[in-house]
Every structure is written in structure tokens, then in C-alpha cells.
């Protein structure tokens, strides 16, 4: 199972980074790991649940089966709604609750999480940060009992699910939540859904006075942005050339557009 907020509240802790651009990011997101889920041989249906009816469309396009998030009442009871709707289909069927921001998920690593996880009547996969849970196991005949958000990993272990420890399966553990994060996922390599639509914060160096750390870029339909020194220090680099490509997080739009960082397009 997956559950996705309505596109219009998803991902809000990337707002100030993304700015306009949360909502397309988080469908991207979203498509990425279920597309990454369907790809592994372990997996047999992935369920969404979401009450957004265009994220919804996009999703069952790949072959997820979409669930109303009848309960409305919060992550957890979305993930046990989404369990009892894929177990009447399946009722003998183990399942699994994975996050929809997983843009990076690689089918074979999530293989690996699966298999370790399927020995175990419940079993937990603590993200990058070592404090979240990014999948929730349970066996065949065993409730979910899930409990997502914040520090769940130290409540899915007190819950008695065992956790998973593994090595090599970056992909899985990296939710996207901040800006860092998914720096850190495009660097690790993200599904065709994000890269696309990162692509689309991408710009070329136009001008930049080292004396300052400012100047500006040219957007790729050609408008000028300019940026100041703070987003030029977030984004980590020493120097800059016009002709770069660069990738750039904004804030606002049209008029109001401002760059909050800037740095190389393969960072």
C-alpha cells in the first residue's frame, strides 16, 4: 500500500524550496515509486490510497489500484483501510506500507527489503535519517498495525515488528521531506517521472561577479532570473560560469520568482 495526501497539501515542508513546483514534485514522486514497486517481482498489486482524482488517474495508468481514503482520518488509518482493501482480493496475501516519496526506489533493492522482511511476522525499514519508517511489513494472517510519521521507528520496534538491517538498499530508505533530501535522491538516481520533471527547475549560468556571489540565469524559455549570494552559498559551489547548466530551487512565481539556491546540474 501507498498513500498519498491530495497533491495541493503533499510534500509542504518543500514549498519553500520548490515553491509552485510541490504538487507536480510530489505526483513525480509518487509515480516513481509505484512504478518502482510494480517493476519488483515480489510485488503483486499495489494499492494507493489517496482521495486526489488526477493523481489517482495517473497512478492506476501504470496498474495501481486506486482506494478512496474512506476513514479521512489521518496516514495510519488510510495504510489499515488500504491493507483490508488489498487482503479482500488476496485475503492469504502478506502485505507491505511503503511511503510515496521514494522517487530513487530501485525495484531489486526493495526485492532484497522484502525478502528479509517476509521471515518475520511484522517488519520495518527505518529511512536514512534513522528516525522515520519508510516500509511496514506484515505476514499472511498478521494485522499491519501501522503507526507512520515523526519517530515511528522507535514505535514500530516497541509495537514488536522487527526491524530490517540491511545494507545497500539506499533507494528505500530515502524518503524526500527537505530540500537536502532530494539533492541526496537525485544524486542517488531517480525514475523517469522526477528526472523529467526536475528537469523542468533546470536554467543555464547568464551572468555572476564572484566579488559578490550573485548574477542571474536564463530560465530555459529564455526569461532572465537573477539570484543573490545567500543561494549561491546553498548550493555549495566556489565558482560559476556563464554557459553552465545549472539547477536551480525557487520560491514564488512569475514576477515574484526568486532563486533560493543554485548549483550544478550534476549535484
Known amino acids: 500500500m501507498v498513500p498519498l495526501k491530495p497533491l495541493s497539501v503533499a510534500k509542504s515542508r518543500l514549498a519553500a524550496a520548490v ?14 515509486t509505484v512504478a518502482g514497486a510494480l517493476a519488483c517481482t515480489a510485488v503483486s498489486d499495489v494499492v494507493v490510497v489517496t482521495d486526489d482524482a488526477a493523481a489517482g488517474a495517473e497512478l492506476a495508468g501504470l496498474g495501481a489500484r486506486i482506494v478512496p481514503d474512506v476513514p479521512a482520518a489521518g496516514l495510519n488509518a488510510a495504510l489499515a483501510h488500504g491493507a483490508r482493501a488489498a487482503r479482500e482480493a488476496r485475503p492469504a496475501a502478506p502485505v507491505a506500507a511503503m511511503n510515496a516519496d521514494l522517487p530513487a526506489l530501485r525495484p531489486f533493492e526493495l526485492l532484497r527489503v522484502l525478502e528479509n522482511a517476509s521471515v518475520f511476522p511484522r517488519a520495518f525499514l527505518a529511512d536514512a535519517a534513522g528516525i522515520g519508517t519508510t516500509l511496514l511489513s506484515a505476514a499472511s494472517g498478521v494485522e499491519l498495525v501501522p503507526s507512520f510519521g515523526g519517530a515511528s521507528r522507535a514505535r514500530h520496534s516497541a509495537s514488536g515488528a522487527v526491524e530490517i538491517a540491511l545494507a545497500d538498499v539506499d533507494s528505500v530508505r530515502r524518503d524526500v521531506d527537505t530540500a537536502a533530501d532530494l539533492r541526496t535522491a537525485l544524486a542517488l538516481g531517480v525514475g523517469r517521472h522526477t528526472a523529467r520533471y526536475s528537469a523542468g527547475m533546470q536554467a543555464t549560468a547568464y551572468t555572476y561577479d564572484s566579488q559578490t556571489r550573485s548574477g542571474s540565469v536564463l530560465l530555459d524559455d529564455g526569461t532572465p532570473v537573477s539570484f543573490e549570494a545567500p543561494a549561491f552559498d546553498a548550493g555549495g559551489l566556489r565558482l560559476l560560469r556563464p554557459g553552465q547548466r545549472v539547477r536551480i530551487e525557487t520560491d514564488g512565481k512569475g514576477a515574484d520568482l526568486r532563486i533560493t539556491l543554485i548549483t550544478l546540474q550534476t549535484f
Open 19 to 32: 515553491g509552485a513546483s510541490r504538487p507536480g514534485l510530489a505526483l513525480a514522486f509518487a509515480l516513481d
